[in-house]
């Protein structure tokens, strides 16, 4: 998780740092993972860590790529939006939390996770259909709640099922040892 947390941040810094074929690499193999609107996306190595659509078409011109990445004066976005960050950045903390406190923490209800990933989905769905323009902190609010949420639901459940495939190894194993 912290590899898939970390690789999307490289970028803006390879290609501050001029290395710019391995930085184009990995905003590409983020493609298929996410929209990388710059608008929705945060920006490293800039003036501002976050642009608007608007702000954008003033400072590049009024046909600003798809996948614009950023430029020196401005700085350079990271792979994949402001709300995908920050779902694998809380998960990654999430699941860190977790191992801390394994112990006292049921898994998630369904109805709690869906309450969870509600904020998401209407933030989403209105962005979408264009009935307003979503803002950087409803993406983190809404990606932080989601993330918490996907680990809270599935990492106590995973558990059990490892301590379950342990349990039947250490068991085979005592009996081949006999």
């Given at each position: ?46 003036p501002q860590a976050t642009y608007t659509l608007d702000e954008l078409e003033r400072l590049i011109g009024s046909n600003v790529p798809l996948r614009y990445i950023g430029s020196p004066a401005l700085g350079y976005k990271m792979a994949v939006c402001q709300r995908d960050i920050v779902v694998y950045v809380t998960a ?87």
């Amino acid at each position: 998780m912290g590899l898939y947390a970390a690789l999307p941040a490289m970028p803006p810094v390879l290609m501050a740092a001029g290395h710019t074929s391995v930085a184009r690499l990995i905003y590409a193999l983020f493609v298929p993972l996410c929209h990388q609107l710059p608008e929705r996306s945060f920006f490293l190595f800039g003036p501002q860590a976050t642009y608007t659509l608007d702000e954008l078409e003033r400072l590049i011109g009024s046909n600003v790529p798809l996948r614009y990445i950023g430029s020196p004066a401005l700085g350079y976005k990271m792979a994949v939006c402001q709300r995908d960050i920050v779902v694998y950045v809380t998960a990654l903390l999430a699941g860190l939390a977790f191992a801390l406190f394994r112990r006292r923490l049921r898994p998630l209800s369904v109805r709690a996770f869906v309450l969870f990933c509600i904020p998401m989905a209407i933030d989403g769905l209105g962005q979408l259909l264009a009935l307003w323009d979503s803002t950087w902190w409803s993406r983190v609010v809404s990606g932080a709640l989601f993330g918490v949420a996907c680990v809270w639901l599935a990492y106590p459940y995973i558990e059990t099922g490892m301590n379950d495939v342990l349990s039947v190894v250490e068991k085979e194993l005592e009996r081949t040892e006999s």
